[in-house]
């Protein structure tokens, strides 16, 4: 089962501060739909996922998961982390199952499906600290899906992984939420992950966060990213991004338009 989402109109102001940190987002995600969130450090992703998950209350306006105002924390939208949190003390397998032993069940079959389908059926009665960090971050995935969730909501989960073992996860995620009918927001400020993963690409601006533009990313999956196809998506994306919100490099949206201006600069 899969979970629209609207956001409706959320600004959002820390206490002790006096700018909003958030500012009139809108948006709605579609059942199914895998959507990112890019955008600078401190931009405000983590805030707006944050709301999504339940964890924080905006100061206006609201979400709704399928009709459902979020109010608070649900097994039905879950949160991945980039630490995967496991107790260092039990298995793979306890700590695949911990958020059905917190709703009241045990579901043996279950939890070996989900291990089966995040490739680590054969670590079951392995100690988590005897894992990769990637291995880590599978169990972590499999104690998120135990619990049914509608929405997978993903917070920068891979930053701490090795290019090659990143790219496997995400694809293994997608795949996954594809597979099991999830609706999934992953944010991130990778690019490249941003293209590898989403159906649609939301680009933040800071000061205040708001959602500055999209691009739809239309490839098929699992994603080849040695097509040309995939570059010209990377390449389209990071163009639309320096447009909407600066390159990082010190040049602004504005600045780089002007660039357009290059032969004034030239002429300089
Ligand atoms: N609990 C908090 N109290 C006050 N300010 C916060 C809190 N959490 C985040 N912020 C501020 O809100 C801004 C956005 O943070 P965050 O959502 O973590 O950004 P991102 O995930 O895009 O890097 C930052 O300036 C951060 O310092
Ligand atoms: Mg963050």
Redesign the pocket.
């Known amino acids: 089962m899969s979970a629209n989402v609207s956001v409706d109109f959320i600004t959002h102001t820390?206490?002790?501060?006096s700018a909003p940190?958030l500012k009139d987002i809108a948006l709605n995600i579609h059942p199914g739909e895998q959507v990112a969130l890019i955008?600078?450090?401190?931009?405000?992703?983590?805030?707006?996922?944050?709301m999504l998950a339940g964890l924080?209350v905006p100061t206006e306006g609201c979400v709704h998961i399928r009709g459902h105002t979020v109010t608070r924390p649900s097994a039905k939208w879950n949160m991945m982390f980039q630490k995967p949190s496991l107790y260092p003390w039990m298995t793979v397998r306890r700590n695949a199952e911990l958020g059905l032993l917190f709703a009241g069940c045990r579901d043996t079959a279950r939890i070996d499906a989900l291990l089966e389908l995040v490739g680590l059926a054969d670590k079951a009665d392995a100690n988590v600290q005897s894992l990769s960090g990637g291995q880590q971050q599978r169990v972590a995935l499999a104690r998120s899906l135990a619990t049914s969730p509608e929405l997978l909501l993903l917070?920068?989960p891979f930053s701490a992984l090795d290019a090659f073992t990143r790219a496997t996860l995400q694809d293994e995620v997608s795949r996954i939420a594809r597979q099991e009918g999830l609706t999934l927001v992953i944010?991130t400020?990778d690019i490249d992950e941003a293209v590898a993963m989403a159906d649609r690409v939301l680009i933040?601006a800071?000061n205040p966060?708001r959602i500055a533009g999209e691009m739809a990313i239309e490839l098929p999956a699992p994603r080849e990213r040695a097509s040309a196809e995939y570059s010209r998506a990377r390449e389209a994306l990071m163009t639309t991004f320096d447009g909407l919100v600066g390159d990082g490099r010190g040049g602004a949206a504005a600045q780089r338009t002007d660039a357009a201006g290059a032969p004034q600069r030239e002429a300089a």
């Open positions: 820390f206490k002790g501060q940190t955008g600078r450090s401190g931009c405000g992703k983590s805030t707006l996922l944050h924080t917070d920068e944010v400020h933040m800071a966060g």
